[in-house]
């Protein structure tokens, strides 16, 4: 794995990328349609606020978001903190990961009109320094993980920032990130922690091996901290609860599904509320106190269910399967239908990531096998008035077919396994992939 320490140069502003030539015609470019010989696929940097992309040597499949409790603003340049493990070729070349990247500036838009041909010379090294000095800086701590790493998910608990991990090796793990996470704070304590090789290898605070297989299912409670459900690649689902000297395991599972558990999620409300989804293409939500109450909807999609969010604000979960759909369920109905109160098609390969934004309880964005992330907001509705208005203009007539729900379409990256939205920063959603990571915003939302 490359020394991601020293590997701000790595982490360019993709900002150059976007300089677009002038274009003779241009039209709306929808994936399903793909691009002609004679076209050339060109990003529109005005459609983005913010768009930068790092990559961090050996691919990380699998980050989770850590909120700064020190930010009081959310102007740019932005600054953000993350933890990710790595999937490097060698199972001993594998780390737990903290991140922060910083000196994010947001996407300047530039007036063709305001350019003066005289004064061009001149302007170039004014903006060669400035572009030199908003350049986004990534550091990072790495700690040793054996093998591979599938999922990663942060909490706070007794003010200890954890991490927990699923491995390739069928164990999950525990991580105290104070020393990590400070030393991505201070400089001096990034020197030291630089130099100490009892850090970059001090083992986890608790590990628990009781899986017959391999897992990615994980999920920590936001009710009941310092609860983490994890499922594993057979059928089953382990509670881990905190205990004054660690975790305690119910060796008993959580045993209903028949395929291997893709994800758990707990209740964002409920303290004992947590739902599952599967290859065996179910749906189920479970009580803690009741290992057999549980609700299940039996077809959730056509094959595997892989990805789910739960809204925090409304009874509703988000899936998406291998059958490409998106699929919104409200938990209020499933007592009497076990019917999707919304579905959508517009993925051509399986659904890898799907998640509410926090901040708006409508907007939610999805992550494709096709290289594509999404983004939807359920409070659009079709406007027949306009759409008649506009039936005959071309870019409208290409759009006609596109659910009027989604608001847009980002690519660029290659096999997209995950993302999330930032709570401090609304509308910025950080996504990882084989290539590396994409920290970006749209003007959509």
């Not at 897992?215 to 004054?244: H, Q, R, Y």
Request: charged letters at 25%; one cysteine or more; aromatic letters at 8%.
């Amino acid at each position: 794995m490359a020394d991601m320490e020293q590997s701000s140069d790595e982490f360019e502003d993709i900002e150059e990328e976007m300089e677009g030539e002038e274009e003779e015609s241009t039209k709306v470019y929808l994936p399903k349609y793909g691009v002609e010989e004679d076209e050339e696929l060109v990003c529109d940097k005005s459609a983005y606020l913010m768009y930068h992309h790092g990559n961090a040597g050996s691919p990380c499949l699998s980050f989770d978001i850590i909120l700064d409790e020190n930010q009081t603003s959310d102007q740019y340049p932005a600054t953000i903190y993350g933890v990710t493990g790595s999937q490097a070729e060698s199972s001993r070349g594998n780390h737990v990961i903290a991140m922060k990247m910083s000196n994010l500036h947001g996407v300047i838009q530039k007036d063709k009109n305001e350019v003066n041909s005289d004064s061009e010379d001149e302007d170039s090294s004014d903006e060669e320094d400035g572009d030199r000095e908003k350049q986004p800086v990534f550091e990072s701590t790495m700690r040793q993980h054996r093998g591979g790493v599938n999922r990663v998910r942060y909490t706070t608990f007794q003010g200890k920032p954890l991490v927990a991990t699923w491995g390739e090796n069928a164990s999950v793990n525990i991580w105290n990130m104070k020393d990590q996470m400070n030393a991505l704070k201070n400089k001096s304590a990034m020197a030291k922690y630089k130099q100490n090789k009892q850090l970059k290898s001090a083992p986890p605070v608790f590990t628990f091996a009781g899986y017959m297989t391999e897992g990615f299912a994980m999920d920590w409670s936001k009710v009941n901290k310092g609860s983490l459900l994890t499922g594993d690649c057979k059928n089953k689902i382990f509670l881990l609860a905190p205990t004054e000297g660690g975790w305690s395991v119910d060796q008993k599972p959580f045993s209903g599904h028949e395929g291997s558990v893709e994800e758990v999620l707990w209740s964002p409300n409920e303290a004992t509320v947590f739902a599952s989804c599967s290859a065996d293409a179910s749906i189920r939500i479970w009580d803690t106190r009741s290992k057999s109450n549980q609700m299940k909807i039996g077809k959730a999609h056509d094959s595997d269910v892989n990805v789910m969010s739960w809204n925090s604000s409304d009874p509703f979960i988000v899936s998406g399967g291998d059958d490409g759909m998106i699929k919104i369920w409200d938990l209020r109905q499933l007592a009497k239908s076990s019917k999707a109160v919304a579905t959508f098609k517009h993925h051509s390969a399986p659904i890898t990531s799907v998640e509410w934004n926090p901040n708006d309880k409508s907007v939610f964005a999805a992550a494709g096998a096709d290289d594509q992330i999404t983004i939807w907001d359920l409070g659009v509705e079709k406007d027949e008035e306009e759409e008649a208005k506009n039936k005959d203009e071309s870019n409208i007539a290409e759009v006609s077919d596109v659910p009027p729900q989604l608001l847009f379409i980002h690519q660029g990256q290659k096999d997209i396994k995950e993302l999330h939205w930032h709570k401090q920063y609304p509308g910025l959603i950080v996504s990882t992939a084989l290539d590396g990571f994409n920290i970006f915003r749209t003007v959509s939302v």
